[in-house]
């Protein structure tokens, strides 16, 4: 993309609305536009980024079975009464009605519909076990929306929601889910602790919510200082193996690790007191296990092996994929900008022109530009006529990880100069060296 091409309105003054810094930064940065009151429009650069987070949301998903679908966001109340939710839910739904005086919302959530999905279709167990997941737009009328998408009314929201015949195999489903989302974070770029919790209105016994340590989190936590050591890298792992997965869970879950909801400080108290931390924490992410909550009232039942009718385990999973932009930038930025993770990034790499319009500068923008297009990279070329210095402050307020800098004193010596956001250091080489070194590190082999 050629920046002269593109829509980027950044702005110049710190909004005085943003209390907190990714809030802040995805204005300036021209990501979001506020619409009305929680609720955003997504500028070409913010739509790249909540892309680029859904994708790997999606390949995580499918990489642990789940099957990618999509329900609507306005349904009808009926089946949230089936539930009981439908009165349960306060103030916080939306409700709508329609020309035919129909009582419909625009979903917070969605486990009544799939379950009626999955009763309409599913009679036996051999059926099962059955993972079914969407990212969609939600609504909750929250109370106090705030910090621009980190609690928004409107948020894109991936939500998985698994039908398992036994207790226990629905206890792997939530295992299972763990261990993606381990996954999920880290490939963003986060740490995202698993947390004890409390489950809140969409009810059962297990549930883990996943936090990112940040000093605006909304939530208070209690936890070991051991747990932050904790990486799930790159093993391998088999989804269907129940042991493997559980092995995963213990390791991720058997230090302490609590929202403020099901703090307990006389368990907290016995762990050495320089390992013990009182943080705050960004919820990205819940899994709950909640047995035959839906399955039971709305009549979700299949045939086991030896033809009883019983009601399916589920649960349900959520990540906060619009809340994910601005708890990354929470967790990276520093006093210039955005500083996005390799995963994440809009563009792979920015070019500055230090001098637009010299026909060698062109040219060798020109040739850095079709060569990271070629390798399947997508460059930003910053191609206006400006000062060096507007074009620096852009690049570093947008926070590609790598900028090539294109001059003419480095050329007559054959070299631009390669720039990594996160540390600042500046490294001459040749275009092409430049080129294979960005080729290299978004391929991981460097
Ligand atoms: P919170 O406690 O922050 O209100 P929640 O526990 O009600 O969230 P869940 O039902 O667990 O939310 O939804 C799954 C995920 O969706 C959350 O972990 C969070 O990342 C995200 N999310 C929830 N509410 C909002 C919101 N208002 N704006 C943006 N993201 C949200
Ligand atoms: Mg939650």
Redo the contacts with the bound molecule.
């Keep these: 993309m050629r920046l002269s091409r593109y829509f980027l309105p950044v702005l110049k003054e710190t909004p005085a609305e943003a209390q907190i810094v990714s809030h802040r930064l995805m204005l300036r940065a021209g990501m979001i536009k506020q619409a009305s009151a929680?609720i955003y429009s997504w500028l070409p650069l913010g739509f790249k980024v909540l892309r680029r987070v859904e994708q790997i949301v999606h390949e995580e998903q499918i990489r642990a079975g789940h099957l990618p679908m999509l329900m609507p966001t306005i349904q009808s109340a009926d089946l949230w009464r089936e539930s009981g939710r439908y009165d349960a839910y306060g103030a916080e739904m939306l409700r709508i009605t329609d020309r035919h005086e129909r009582d419909m919302l625009f979903t917070?959530?969605a486990e009544e519909l799939i379950t009626d999905i999955f009763r309409a279709h599913v009679t036996s167990y051999r059926d099962l076990p059955l993972t079914m997941y969407q990212i969609q737009w939600?609504f909750?009328d929250?109370i106090r929306?705030r910090f621009g998408?980190?609690?928004?009314?409107?948020?894109?929201?991936?939500?998985g929601y698994n039908f398992d015949l036994t207790k226990e195999d629905a206890l792997h489903a939530y295992n299972r889910h763990l261990v993606s989302y381990l996954r999920t974070y880290e490939r963003m770029g986060l740490q995202a602790i698993p947390m004890r919790?409390d489950s809140?209105?969409?009810g059962g016994d297990d549930t883990h919510?996943?936090l990112v340590l940040a000093e605006t989190g909304?939530?208070e936590v209690f936890y070991d200082s051991e747990i932050t050591d904790l990486r799930f890298g790159d093993r391998e792992i088999d989804y269907d193996d129940h042991a493997q997965c559980r092995a995963v869970l213990d390791e991720f879950t058997s230090r302490y690790a609590r929202t403020d909801e099901t703090h307990d400080p006389a368990i907290f108290e016995q762990i050495p007191e320089e390992r013990r931390r009182v943080a705050r924490g960004?919820?990205?992410?819940?899994i709950?296990y909640f047995g035959t909550k839906y399955s039971e009232p709305m009549g979700a039942v299949v045939t086991d092996g030896e033809g009883n009718r019983v009601p399916v385990h589920m649960g349900s999973h959520?990540?906060?994929?619009?809340?994910?932009v601005?708890?990354i930038i929470e967790a990276c930025h520093d006093e210039n900008g955005i500083v996005w993770p390799e995963g994440v990034t809009p563009f792979h790499a920015g070019i500055v022109n230090l001098k637009q319009g010299d026909v060698s500068c062109d040219a060798a923008c020109e040739g850095l530009y079709k060569a990271l297009t070629a390798a399947g990279l997508e460059p930003l070329y910053d191609d206006r006529e400006e000062r060096a210095g507007a074009k620096f402050a852009t690049m570093d307020l947008i926070g590609l990880p790598w900028r090539i800098t294109v001059g003419p004193r480095g050329l007559g010596n054959g070299v631009v100069e390669l720039t990594s956001r996160k540390t600042g250091e500046s490294e001459e080489m040749s275009p092409e060296a430049a080129v294979d070194r960005i080729v290299a590190i978004y391929s991981g082999a460097a």
């Design positions: 929680g917070p959530t939600k909750r929250e929306p998408v980190m609690r928004g009314r409107e948020f894109l929201m991936k939500d919790a809140g209105p969409i919510e996943f909304e939530s960004i919820e990205v992410g819940q709950f959520g990540i906060g994929v619009s809340r994910l601005g708890a």
